[in-house]
């Protein structure tokens, strides 16, 4: 399944009653302290960073109450030690109002721009998931599972993909990555993804069809009525690996468009499935002219084939040291697809810190006895 990017974000305007206890609780220590002190003493200023504290996790309501409150314990203050019109705390008094009013504004200028940035945010996932659909868990005799990973960098969105098919006999399959970022990227997956949805199973052999998907790409690249903000149109393209596996044959074929290497693991060791003629990425055909052919591999009963983005393999821990997948895959073996992701992706996670810079796709692909 697509894991949704909003999944663990939690905002609400309700801050938590644990942090407003801080500043609350700094009222009533100033004050007390401030009624307690020798008269030459004044700790009311000390106040303000009530209000002002709580403009860093909580809204305007919340920032102006406690400013009130602050504005009330000032007053008492004044009171208590000499009387409310006195030249000192009626300064103090003052300030403190026009200082909870800034903090106030602050606070709900940073609730407007986190409101805008949710609502980003889910429009963001809204088209990466309409775009790419959850791929079936068991599709004649495999068994599949996939995960996206969303890098937790604003309202960025990526151009991972992937989407399986099925033909007459056989089980199709395509992971890829558009370079660049935003809604473009977006569209441009989203365009290949339609493209392959719609010949998959129409086209008679792998190259027929990635030759199909890459006219299809260079077509739209060259579109005089792409977007013009875009200026550099021309250097886009889409590294991608499409696969097709027979019902009844236990190998794989495989055509690689510049696409890291799909790893195979089998009985704990794990292959790099690197095909001996690579094509470009998708687009760049224009530039480099190749002849698009697949390449076959063994794929046996409980065989499990990991495709992949660079993200994965890009990811850096503290140290600036790439995520090892083929020593994490072979560790991890004896899994199926499901619990396989799952680990990798808590793994993954682990080694960048819980933070990853560039969205991540995982598509593991298990051969198993009879079909569906």
């Known amino acids: 399944m697509v894991p949704r990017r909003l999944k663990d974000l939690r905002w609400s305007q309700e801050p938590p009653q644990a942090l407003l206890a801080v500043p609350l609780a700094l009222i009533v220590i100033v004050t007390v302290v401030d009624i307690l002190a020798p008269s030459d003493v004044h700790l009311g200023p000390f106040l303000v960073a009530a209000p002002a504290v709580t403009a860093s996790f909580a809204g305007p309501r919340a920032t102006a109450c406690v400013g009130a409150i602050a504005v009330l314990a000032q007053a008492v203050v004044a009171v208590v030690r000499t009387t409310l019109i006195d030249m000192n705390h009626s300064v103090q008094l003052i300030t403190l109002i026009l200082m909870s009013a800034f903090v106030t504004s602050f606070a709900a200028r940073r609730e407007r721009h986190e409101k805008e940035l949710m609502q980003l945010r889910s429009v963001a996932t809204a088209a990466q998931e309409v775009v790419l659909k959850p791929l079936p868990q068991r599709v004649g005799p495999l068994r599949i599972a996939s995960v996206y990973l969303a890098a937790e960098s604003e309202a960025q969105i990526g151009g991972d993909l992937y989407a399986a098919a099925r033909t007459e006999h056989a089980t199709r399959l395509v992971i890829g990555d558009v370079r660049g970022k935003g809604l473009e990227a977006v569209g441009d997956a989203a365009l290949l993804l339609g493209a392959f949805r719609g010949a998959a199973h129409r086209q008679a052999d792998l190259p027929a069809l990635m030759t199909f998907l890459e006219g299809t790409v260079s077509s739209d690249l060259d579109d005089p009525a792409a977007p013009a903000a875009a200026e550099d149109r021309g250097e886009a393209f889409i590294t991608a690996a499409a696969l097709d596996i027979p019902d009844d044959d236990p190998v794989l074929h495989l055509i690689n468009c510049g696409h890291p290497p799909p790893l195979l693991l089998r009985h704990g060791r794990v292959t790099a499935l690197e095909v001996g003629r690579p094509a470009p990425p998708l687009g760049l055909t224009e530039f480099v002219e190749t002849e698009l ?80």
């Open 293 to 372: 052919s697949e390449e076959t591999f063994s794929f046996e009963y409980g065989d499990i084939a990991l495709l992949y983005t660079d993200g994965v393999i890009e990811a850096r821990d503290h140290e600036g040291t790439f995520y090892p997948l083929a020593e994490r895959l072979a560790d991890m073996g004896g899994k199926g697809p499901d619990a396989l992701l799952t680990h990798l992706c808590k793994d993954l996670r682990r080694h960048a810190g819980g933070y990853l810079g560039d969205d991540a796709a995982m598509v593991a692909i298990e051969r198993v006895p009879g079909t569906v």
